[in-house]
Every structure is written in structure tokens, then in C-alpha cells.
């Protein structure tokens, strides 16, 4: 690491946890350790600096990514605070896009938790590298040992523990730095004591651990090993720089512990994203395209510039756009390109982001996290470079909505105004989808979740001071080949004066295994029966198909179309005759299979008393739930279920009615599943 570079100073960091794990009062903690405020923010009080959104205060958890900056030990860390809700995995993708390293928050009882894998597996995809906080620690219950063995067994990554904690429960106290061999303290109201050695009680203990934590270093890393094997032990440097190694490599996950609302733990955490997590000039060159060819970018403020949108607030007052900027510099002022639609934008402000509280900045610089004022139509994924080297990075995902409703103004006189308020939510919000439905004329709004709409819609209400009336949730289905058919013959012929159009395909249509959902187009045509531009037309005409199924016009996915056969007319034979038979074609072919109905799925964990448990099995059943398995946790019931997606609508108040308000549980989309087939008409 270039340590004499600006770049080598600043972390880009996310905070990523289950909801409920305490990711906004570690992120309020670290603001507080860092001076950037005065006061510890605390969520049940709605006095957190991230969670400013009145939303996010009245409900008591994260839904809108935030950004903050501060300063640590003469380092800047940008810290995004995630939403931890299943609804809002989106937000969390964007963020992971734009990260070079993330803080996981376990909860010392429960453990890992199912929105803990999610996110956990979304930072996999992204490769960002992590290490692990485990949280209240001075709750009943708290277990570190069991915290770090369900990272090991529900995340796969080596969980390397550096802390032991001193105390339990009630009386947890401090941690046992077992690096420095020393004891990290805190008053009752939070304030570090100096460090001291540790006490004779743990010092047996503390020796086992950290012998422990060389061993498994040496398992992975070879310089430690080597010297492991000279020495019989690890010096704390080559740990150190073996444990950072490791971290960047994604083979091991090092692992503290702490009590964020106590404020204990904050500091050693700090210290640990500084030592172990990658700055800016630690993680490969972004990558990026243009005109078909791969181009990278270095972290170089004096490279061509190349920045990543990754969320846009779109307010009364203007638009504000969050940036991430890879290569090169951003002034104020400056004109840039939007290579995604290659249109130029001028900047007008550049600010460094503390939630909803700015400050100016008169540029950027490569690695940086800031937002923007005055770009008009950049949205979210969008690339902005300089005019003269446009470059093209790979946007952020967005999920497919599963769930809808239909939303209308109370008022026929608001309709204007609700759809610029739906299409502004749309542009905050990518995963949102607004459209009208053709059959009923009715303005549909879809998004990740129930609760996902449900905050939406309540903001249409606060922001925009509209009436809306809002219809029962729909989820969306989708629509599979069950049975396929084979040599199904179309042939489109039209003539009518002019010049004709001619195609003539043979399909075959089968289903894909239940692992490939989606769509595969093959051709098995020999002798140049039909010409490769005309396949390509062909297959083009099968995609357009897919938008409506035969059951009932929902998406087609989960199907392997090969064309065959076919033949061409030497006058009449074009592109879109084969597009238009590739699709005509395929709609008539799905019509003679045997097709399936699917459902979303979710995967639902309900955590209540155990004498709930024969009450809440029956109503899962009832739901059509199938239950997956139940453990026992610090005294209650965890079930695990997989559910109809359809089925959850009102679950959480069904579930407080029957556990006398003890119960709660969580849910994470899964796929698709195929759905009971209609009663029939009387």
C-alpha cells in the first residue's frame, strides 16, 4: 500500500446487517467516536443522523441508503448506513456497487440471520471484501463462540475471532485485544478507559485464543506459515498483514465484538476497518466499455474521469445525485458526458454528504463519495466520464418487482400530479415500476414487497400532499412449459400489393430444468435452409413472445426453444418476416403445450414462544406454507417455512394477533414455484 498517497487515507464502507442487528447505531456510534457529531443519535428515539427520513424514524428501522463522511486517526472514511428489510435489497445492491469494503453486524443471540445471508451474498457477488462486528453483546443470551461458528456454518467464510470478550451479559465490560495482548474498557457511559494488561482471570484463555487465531492464520496464508514454522508463533505485524491479506481475498472473515448502544467496541472497530478493510488504490482498476472494446481505469486523480450514479434524491427543490468517482476529477462547473445516453450534463455542486446535511467541496477527486447538484437526467447506473474519453461501467442490478398495486388519485383532479410523484419515485427508485395495465386503464405501481409499496405510497401522501386510493396487493406470475411440443410448423405469408413477406419455421419447445429458469434459443438448421441473419430475426421474435403467456399473459420464462427447420422465398424472405414468425410461431406453439402457472416464493422465518408453536404451524399450513424445520434459539422457537409470496399480505398483524404481540418474523423472495390450478367454473 502506497502510504504516501492521498488515496491510501480513505475507506469507502458500508454497514450490511439483518434488520433489527443494530447497523444505524453502529453507524450513529462511529460518528459520535469520530467527532462528527456531539451527541449519540438513537433509533427508538428518531434522533439518528441517517435515519432521517420521517419513515425511517416513525417505523424504527433504515430504508434509504445514506452516505456519511468522517474522519479517523488522520483517515476519511465514507460509510453508506444500508437498509437491512428484504424490501429494500435493492438499495443495498446499488450501495455494494460503489463499495471497496463493508462492516457485517451479527447479533450476538440470533446469530446469522436470513437477511444476513442475503446481503452477505450480495457483497460475494460484488467481491467486497468484510469484516464481521458482533453486536450487543450485553443482551441475555449473548454468545460470541455461537456468533462466529453460525458465520462459519451459514456463510462459509473462516471466521477469525481477534477479540475475547471480558464479562457477559449485563456485565459485559470490554474486549481482550488478542493482537496487542492487552484489555480495551469502558465506563458505564461509554468512555474508553486507557488500555491495560490483561487480567489474570482471562490471561490463559487469551493465550489459548490467540494461539488458536495464529494456527488457522498459518492454514491460509503462506508467508504466515513460513513463519509459523521458523518460530513456532506469528508476530503481530506479519498477523496483522496476513489477516488484511486474507480479508482482501475474501478467505476469511476477521471477526470483533462490542456493544454499540453501550458504546463499547467502537473504537477497536474503527481501528479494524483501518487496518484490514482496502482503500481505493487496494482494489483492481473499475473496468469499463465503449464501442465493443474493454478500457480500465486506474484510482488517478490525473486520469480521464469516470464516475458511477448510484442513487438519485429527486426533491422539489432539485436533484441531488450520489457519486462514487473511480478515475480522474470533477470540478464544479464542469461540463461531463452521461455515456449512458450520451447526453452532457454540467455540474453544478459538488457537496460531501452527511445524510441530509452538506458541505461544499470545489472537486472531487478519484475514490471519493459525493453528491452532485445540477445534473438533469442522470439516473441511477448511469456513467459519467469526460468528454473526450467516454467509458461505460456496468450499472447496478435491479430486481424484478414481485408484488403490485393499483394506486389512483382520490381526486380526478390530481391525476397530473400523481403521476409526476409516481414517475419521481420511479427515478429515486429503479426497482419501482410504474405502468399502466391495458385491460383495466388502471395506474399500477410494483416494487420488492408489501411494505416496499406501502412506504412509497406514504410518501406519494406526505411529499406530494395527494389522496390516493390504493388497491389489494397482486403478486406477479409468471407462466412455464410443462410439456413441450416438437416440429411445430408456422408460416407467416402476407401479401398485399406490395412487397410480400415470407418465413417458414419449424420450433421445437421444451422445459428447462427447474435450476435454468429463464430462456435458451438454439438452432440445429443445416444447409443454410435458413440464412444466420434470419435466425438471429427468429430468436429476437421468440424473446418478443415471452411477454405474454397463454394462461393468462403473464411472462414466459424457464423454456428452450430450437429452431430446426425452415425455408426462405427469394423475394419475400426478410428480417422481420422471421421476427414476425418467431413470434407468431412461438405464441401458437406455447398454446399446444402444457403450460404451468408460477407463484412467487418466499422463505419465511417466524421466531415465537414456544407455546405459540402449534398455532403458528397451523396457520402456515393454512397459507400453504411448507415448513422447512425449527430450532430452538435463547429460549424461543425459530420455524422456517416456504410460503406463497400471495399468502404473506397482513401476515405480520395475523402473527401478533396470535403470539399476543411476541412474535415476529422475516422473509426473503426465493423464485418461483408452480401455483394451484383454478377452481373450475360452476
Known amino acids: 500500500m502506497r502510504t504516501t498517497d492521498p488515496l491510501a487515507v480513505v475507506r469507502n464502507l458500508g454497514i450490511l446487517a439483518h434488520v433489527d442487528a443494530g447497523k444505524t447505531t453502529v453507524t450513529e456510534r462511529i460518528l459520535y467516536a469520530t467527532g462528527t457529531t456531539h451527541k449519540r443519535g438513537e433509533v427508538h428515539d428518531g434522533t439518528t443522523v441517517t435515519d432521517f427520513d420521517p419513515q425511517e424514524r416513525d417505523r424504527g ?313 445540477g445534473l438533469k437526467g442522470a439516473r441511477a447506473g448511469a456513467t459519467l466520464c469526460a468528454l473526450d474519453a467516454p467509458l461505460v461501467l456496468e450499472p447496478p442490478g435491479v430486481a424484478e418487482p414481485v408484488v403490485s398495486v393499483a394506486v389512483e388519485a382520490l381526486r380526478s383532479t390530481d391525476t397530473g400530479r400523481l403521476a409526476q410523484a409516481l414517475a419521481r419515485l420511479a427515478e429515486e427508485d429503479p426497482s419501482l415500476v410504474v405502468r399502466t395495465d391495458t385491460e383495466t386503464g388502471q395506474t399500477v405501481l410494483s416494487g420488492m414487497g408489501e411494505l416496499h409499496l406501502e412506504v412509497a405510497v406514504e410518501r406519494i401522501r406526505s411529499d406530494h400532499g395527494l389522496g390516493v386510493a390504493v388497491g389489494r396487493p397482486r403478486v406477479s406470475h409468471r407462466e412455464t412449459v410443462g410439456r413441450g411440443v416438437s416440429g411445430f410448423v408456422y408460416r407467416h405469408v402476407k401479401q398485399d400489393g406490395g412487397a410480400g413477406q415470407f418465413a417458414h419455421v419449424v420450433l421445437d419447445v421444451e422445459p428447462l430444468d427447474e435450476a435454468e429458469r429463464g430462456f435458451e434459443f438454439r438452432s440445429t438448421v443445416v444447409g443454410g435452409r435458413v440464412p444466420q441473419e434470419y435466425v438471429r430475426a427468429v430468436e429476437a421474435g421468440c424473446r418478443d413472445a415471452l411477454a405474454e403467456g397463454p394462461l393468462g399473459g403473464h411472462p414466459v420464462t424457464g423454456l428452450r426453444v430450437t429452431l430446426t427447420d425452415g425455408s426462405t422465398h427469394v423475394k419475400d424472405s426478410s428480417d422481420t418476416a422471421f421476427r414476425t414468425a418467431g413470434r407468431l410461431g412461438l405464441r401458437d406453439a406455447l398454446r399446444a403445450c402444457a403450460m404451468v402457472l408460477l407463484e412467487p416464493v418466499a422463505e419465511v422465518t417466524v421466531t415465537v414462544p414456544q407455546d405459540a408453536v402449534g398455532s403458528v404451524l397451523g396457520d402456515l399450513a393454512a397459507r400453504r406454507g411448507r415448513v422447512g424445520g425449527s430450532a430452538t434459539r435463547a429460549g424461543a422457537a425459530v420455524v422456517t417455512a416456504t410460503v406463497p409470496l400471495a399468502e404473506l399480505f397482513g401476515y405480520a398483524t395475523r402473527l401478533r394477533s396470535r403470539t399476543q404481540g411476541r412474535g415476529t418474523f422475516t422473509s426473503r423472495p426465493t423464485g418461483y414455484a408452480p401455483a394451484p390450478a383454478p377452481a373450475p367454473a360452476r
Open 61 to 373: 428501522i433504515t430504508i434509504f441508503s445514506a452516505a456519511v463522511s468522517c474522519s479517523w486517526n488522520g483517515h476519511r472514511i465514507n460509510l453508506i448506513d444500508t437498509p437491512g428489510h428484504v424490501d429494500f435489497a435493492d438499495e443495498v445492491e446499488r450501495s455494494l456497487r460503489v463499495l471497496d469494503g463493508a462492516v457485517a453486524v451479527f447479533d450476538a443471540v440470533a446469530g446469522v440471520e436470513p437477511q444476513s445471508e442475503s446481503v452477505w451474498r450480495q457483497a460475494d457477488r460484488h467481491d467486497v471484501p468484510r469484516i464481521a462486528f458482533v453486536n450487543k453483546m450485553d443482551r441475555a443470551g449473548a454468545d460470541l463462540d455461537a456468533a462466529v461458528a453460525s458465520i462459519r456454518d451459514r456463510l462459509h467464510p473462516v471466521p477469525l475471532a481477534v477479540q475475547l470478550p471480558v464479562g457477559a451479559e449485563d456485565a459485559f465490560t470490554g474486549v481482550v485485544d488478542l493482537l496487542g495482548m492487552r484489555t480495551l474498557t469502558w465506563t458505564d457511559d461509554g468512555e474508553a478507559r486507557d488500555p491495560s494488561p490483561v487480567p489474570d482471570a482471562l490471561r490463559e484463555e487469551a493465550l489459548r485464543r490467540r494461539r488458536l487465531l495464529e494456527e488457522a492464520v498459518a492454514e491460509l496464508h503462506p508467508a504466515a506459515l513460513e513463519e509459523f514454522c521458523d518460530t513456532g508463533a506469528l508476530g503481530t505485524g506479519t498477523l496483522t498483514a496476513a489477516l488484511r491479506d486474507l480479508t482482501a481475498r475474501g478467505e476469511a472473515v476477521v471477526v470483533l465484538c462490542g456493544s454499540a448502544y453501550r458504546n463499547r467496541g467502537v473504537e477497536p472497530l474503527l481501528d479494524a476497518v483501518l487496518a484490514y478493510l482496502p482503500s481505493p488504490l487496494d482494489v483492481p482498476a473499475v473496468r469499463g466499455t465503449y464501442d465493443g472494446a474493454e478500457q480500465e481505469r486506474a484510482a488517478d486523480p490525473e486520469a480521464p474521469l469516470a464516475a458511477l450514479a448510484f442513487k438519485v434524491n429527486a426533491t422539489a427543490t432539485g436533484r441531488l445525485t450520489y457519486l462514487r468517482v473511480y478515475s480522474g476529477t470533477i470540478e464544479q462547473g464542469d461540463t461531463v458526458r452521461d455515456a449512458t445516453t450520451g447526453r452532457s450534463e454540467r455540474v453544478g455542486r459538488i457537496l460531501r454528504v452527511r445524510a441530509d446535511r452538506h458541505a461544499r467541496l470545489d472537486r472531487a477527486v478519484a475514490g471519493d463519495i459525493v453528491a452532485v447538484v
